[in-house]
């Protein structure tokens, strides 16, 4: 029943990128673990990395730029004497090459993308990755440009630079629903992360989860807030595509 209700009356689909359309959250483990090796750090497994990064983000979520002060933890676990800032700054120097070259889009993600656009969906990106990330994925990755065209499939993309708070903080759905000019319930929410959740349902829209690795200590709470938990996109389109035939 659920399946039916998914796209029952909905107008628009709101897409997280990162980690959700675009295989990128272990990237950003392999910069991080570049920093702590250049700032004489610990070693550390990706998955600490990753855990660590969450909980600094979940921690900081309410400053003004969460990155900036995850780096400044990142320092201190290192017993740097940079500042957060310029930690960021090499942060985002050693993403740029990875993020040409290592980051790829999801298996099936256009497939999705097309069938929703073909039933007459209006479609939209609400992710908290710098516009200058998209530009590179648009303009530079050669896996991900020859396949997804951002200007004309995506109707409207808010970025980090559009908000003031990231996710969990409701603010980049809510701006999603004033720029479509939709109300909560004329829309659906693919996430990945149990931020992105949370902020979804806070703003009063569905949300789906199409399964993400570094997500699974939280698979249990994605499963328990999402309207659907869906282990890959072939099996969302399977869903989809259940529905479009009635």
């Known amino acids: 029943m659920e399946s039916r209700k998914m796209l029952a009356d909905k107008k628009a689909v709101i ?3 990162d980690g959700t359309l675009i295989d990128s959250l272990g990237i950003w483990n392999l910069v991080d673990e570049t920093l702590i090796t250049e700032l004489n750090g610990p070693e550390m497994s990706a998955e600490a990395v990753s855990e660590f990064r969450e909980k600094s983000l979940e921690k900081h979520a309410q400053s003004d730029n969460p990155y900036v002060e ?3 933890d990142l320092g201190a676990l290192c017993g740097s004497m940079l500042t957060g800032p310029a930690i960021h700054r090499r942060r985002y120097e ?3 090459q990875l993020l040409r070259t290592h980051v790829h889009l999801q298996p099936h ?3 999705v993308l097309e069938t929703m656009k073909s039933f007459g969906l209006r479609l939209a990106i609400a992710t908290t990755t710098k516009q200058a990330n998209i530009d590179i994925y648009a303009n ?4 991900i440009a020859s396949q997804l065209n951002f200007e004309t499939t995506f109707e409207c993309i808010l970025t980090r630079e559009s908000i003031t708070h990231i996710k969990p903080n409701p603010e980049i ?3 999603a629903l004033q720029r479509l000019q939709l109300l909560p319930d004329e829309c659906l929410v693919v996430e990945d992360s149990l931020a992105g959740v949370m902020a979804a349902r806070t703003a009063g829209i569905d949300v789906v989860v199409i399964k993400e690795k570094w997500s699974k200590k939280d698979e249990q709470a994605l499963r328990n807030f999402a309207l659907r938990y869906f282990e890959n996109y072939k099996d969302f389109l399977a869903v989809i595509g259940h529905h479009s035939n009635g």
Do not use: G, K, M
């Open 94 to 96: 050693i993403s740029r």
């Open 15 to 17: 897409f997280d990128l």
């Open 173 to 175: 759905f809510l701006l």
């Open 109 to 111: 993600a256009v497939e």
């Open 70 to 72: 995850f780096c400044a």
């Open 140 to 143: 530079h990755n050669p896996s």
